[in-house]
């Protein structure tokens, strides 16, 4: 049964901790304790803390290869605002979306930027990651044309900047089957990420699987592991030659 998209339940037990809590400070309240101030939180208790498997495992991830590289500078291009400021505060960062994020930190310039055109001059760009986010372009999620090769272009686009000798931390949905789940994201196949960027090498392919039970993040995974999720998270760590 549910009132209003609440399950009566939770609210009930609300209530009660509301009243248990007022009882209990009987009178002696350290704070304002309003009944019109309430702000009830009901699906907090878990036994276990959850989280966004996708986007703790692959920033994670990430932020590991950049301490043992310790690149000069690293270039991010829209990939997790939490990942580009916790960077910052050891490598400087130059981070791109195409909408520009009003985020003032230091170590951490925010411009605007199409990943479809970047305004990068070719193989200029030694460390680079664009992560969870070619999965979007050209579904007009956030407000991008509407374009099916969009991921296409992007692809091609930061393999383009990438410099001789330079490495590209790439991150999007894989599974057995190349999908789009207009407009939210597409899911892609191993192959089909190898081979978008069959000029450079690829370093490292970690996964981050559908199930918990199946492992945490998993570095140096396989394409048969990567070909049997449904909407796993394919990290590919790309680097490009220096012919």
């Known amino acids: 049964m549910t009132l209003g998209g609440v399950f009566v339940r939770d609210y009930f037990f609300f209530l009660r901790d509301y009243w248990l809590f007022k009882k209990l400070?009987?009178?002696?309240?350290?704070?304002?304790?309003?009944?019109w101030d309430r702000y009830p939180c009901l699906r907090d208790k878990t036994v276990v803390t959850g989280f966004d498997r996708h986007y703790v495992y692959h920033t994670a991830w990430a932020a590991r290869i950049l301490a043992e590289a310790m690149p000069e500078?690293?270039?991010?291009?829209?990939?997790?605002?939490?990942?580009?400021?916790?960077?910052?505060?050891?490598?400087?960062?130059?981070?791109?979306?195409?909408?520009r994020p009003e985020l003032e930190l230091e170590g951490l310039q925010c411009d605007a930027a199409d990943l479809t055109a970047l305004p990068f001059a070719d193989k200029s760009?030694?460390?680079l990651s664009c992560m969870h986010v070619v999965e979007h372009v050209g579904l007009g999620r956030y407000g991008d044309?509407?374009?099916?090769?969009?991921?296409?272009?992007?692809?091609?686009?930061?393999?383009?900047?990438?410099?001789?000798?330079?490495?590209?931390?790439?991150?999007v949905p894989v599974g057995g089957a190349p999908v789009v789940m207009f407009n939210a994201h597409r899911i892609y196949t191993y192959d089909q990420i190898v081979c978008h960027f069959a000029p450079l090498e690829l370093v490292e392919f970690a996964l981050i699987p559908d199930q918990a039970q199946d492992g945490g993040l998993i570095r140096n995974a396989t394409k048969i592991q990567s070909d049997a999720q449904r909407y796993g998270c394919g990290c590919f760590w790309f680097r490009k030659g220096l012919t």
Do not use: Q
């Not at 400070?25 to 009944?35: A, Q, T, V």
């Open 125 to 127: 760009v030694p460390s």
């Open 145 to 171: 044309p509407v374009d099916p090769d969009g991921d296409l272009k992007a692809m091609a686009e930061l393999a383009r900047v990438l410099a001789k000798g330079g490495n590209l931390l790439f991150v």
């Open 25 to 35: 400070c009987n009178g002696k309240e350290r704070f304002s304790l309003r009944w």
């Open 73 to 99: 500078r690293h270039m991010d291009i829209s990939s997790s605002l939490y990942f580009c400021t916790m960077v910052s505060a050891f490598i400087p960062v130059r981070f791109f979306d195409y909408r």
